[in-house]
């Protein structure tokens, strides 16, 4: 029973880029949640995917947009990338919008 | 304002003995708290989760406690390993606003030989 799978796991992007990452949750699960954590901090909440639909946002700009497809899987993409936003992007998969969180591996973005 | 606080940031300990590490937090209302470990680069792995109603739970070497009076919850390990190097995250889940999971920071542990 395979896990959450992101990809890639890791990323070199240049100031000004855009990116998109990309997740499938574990088998089973509907929803998906992504996280920001830079380094020593722990994670933060960026934006919540169920049904297709953003159903929660956290504290981040714009430029930080995401879908969900039919077979509920992810991609979180960033616009104009800042230097600020390298950090390990982590999604996370549930079968509820509450309880049961599984994480993946991590997206590691680096921003030059 | 929903906080989580953990201490202390970091650790250091020698293979085979055993650490507490605390967690406090100010969510409201509260639904469940989490102890995840989380190696460096990876993503985060649930090692317990416990209610309102659980003071105690056990996995394995790691054993969490919860006051909920005192809104306060530790990890213990015990007889430390090497592989348990690692950030110990706690989470307090709330069924209230946009932040459903609010995060500590971390305690970063290192055990050495």
């Known amino acids: 029973d395979a896990g959450v799978t992101q990809s890639p796991t890791h990323l070199i992007k240049t100031r000004g880029q855009q990116v998109t990452l990309r997740c499938s949750p574990k088998?089973?699960?509907?929803?998906v949640s992504w996280y920001q954590q830079a380094l020593g901090q722990g994670p933060q909440f960026i934006f919540q995917y169920y049904e297709e639909e953003e159903r929660q946002r956290g504290n981040f700009p714009d430029r930080f947009s995401g879908h969900q497809f039919p077979n509920y899987s992810s991609e979180l993409n960033v616009n104009a990338l800042l230097l600020g936003d390298s950090a390990l992007y982590l999604c996370?998969?549930?079968?509820?919008?509450?309880?049961?969180?599984?994480f993946g591996s991590g997206t590691r973005l680096t921003v030059v | 304002k929903n906080q989580v606080e953990q201490s202390p940031q970091s650790l250091i300990i020698l293979e085979g003995k055993n650490c507490t590490l605390q967690c406090n937090y100010t969510v409201s209302p509260f639904s469940n708290l989490r102890w995840y470990k989380q190696d460096t680069g990876r993503g985060p792995v649930s090692l317990t989760i416990?209610?309102?109603?659980?003071n105690t739970k056990s996995n394995g070497r790691y054993t969490a406690t919860l006051d909920a009076d005192t809104k306060q919850s530790s990890l213990h390990i015990t007889a430390s390993q090497l592989s348990d190097s690692a950030s110990y995250i706690c989470v307090v889940s709330t069924t209230s606003g946009t932040y459903k999971y609010i995060f500590g920071t971390g305690t970063r542990l290192k055990v050495l030989a």
């Open positions: 996370a998969s549930s079968i509820d919008r509450i309880y049961g969180y599984t």
């Open positions: 416990m209610t309102f109603s659980e």
């Open positions: 088998s089973g699960h509907d929803t």
